[in-house]
């Protein structure tokens, strides 16, 4: 995707975001179009920014406007299909938020059982996404009581469990953003990772009070570029 792509989403969500200003909330297609275009805006860019691992830290925002229209749309039998593709496709661009997440793949389910409802049927959706949500629900709590040692990994590397933590998930954002303008002037080519991992970790201490453990140093025998 080039820049030129991504100023056009960009552009076509602020455009979105004033066309639903002020409208009524009173299931009008017109009503319904402007809020899927907020939607599809938060996904489409939300989707860029992590691919390009670049202003990630907007994800969460982005995910929060789209749960405050999905909101609505859901009431609408016409939007449920496309809803929750939007849910699922912003809850797998969405890291470092696993409350955040779980409030996504929650509504998500709550879209699937409407749809099922519909075809007077069941899906093998509803399955996974619940698989998921369990999974959220039992690592958070574990957070919540600091039971780290307890905390399940979701992949085959090791990760801080303070990105568990509600602390963590509250400040990180702002952190990412902070860390970022620090390596803005490093040429994203091998090593980077490195350079970046690190400024993260200084944001969190110096600016959160908060230790955190980068890929490289919970994982010592892999090798990283």
């Known amino acids: 995707m080039t820049s030129e792509d991504s100023n056009d989403y960009r552009r076509e969500l602020a455009a979105a975001r004033r ?13 319904l179009d402007a ?34 229209m999905a909101t609505y749309l859901e009431g609408y039998d016409s939007m449920l299909d496309g809803l929750r593709s939007a849910l699922a496709r912003m ?5 470092d938020h696993p409350r955040l997440k779980l409030s996504l793949l929650e509504f998500e389910l709550q879209v699937i059982y ?19 949500i369990e999974f959220l629900r039992r690592n958070i709590a574990r957070a919540d009581r600091g039971e780290w040692t307890r905390i399940e990994p979701s992949g085959n590397l090791k990760r801080d469990p303070i990105e568990w933590s509600a602390g963590y998930e509250r400040v990180i954002d702002e ?21 970046w991992w690190h400024a ?11 230790e955190w453990r980068s890929p490289a140093l919970m994982n010592p025998g892999v090798r990283f570029d």
């Open 91 to 95: 809850a797998d661009a969405l890291y």
């Open 175 to 195: 952190a990412d953003e902070k860390a970022c303008a620090l390596v803005a002037d490093r040429p994203r080519t091998m090593g980077f990772c490195f350079a």
């Open 200 to 210: 993260k970790a200084e944001v969190l201490r110096a600016d959160y009070g908060l």
């Open 19 to 31: 066309a639903v200003e002020g409208l009524p909330r009173d299931g009008s297609p017109a009503t």
């Open 114 to 132: 409407r749809l099922e409802a519909l075809c007077d049927g069941e899906s093998s959706l509803s399955d996974s996404v619940q698989e998921q």
């Open 35 to 68: 809020c899927w275009e907020v939607c599809c805006g938060d996904v489409l860019i939300a989707e860029e920014n992590l691919a390009a691992q670049d202003r990630v830290w907007e994800n969460a925002a982005l995910a929060r406007e789209l749960l405050s």
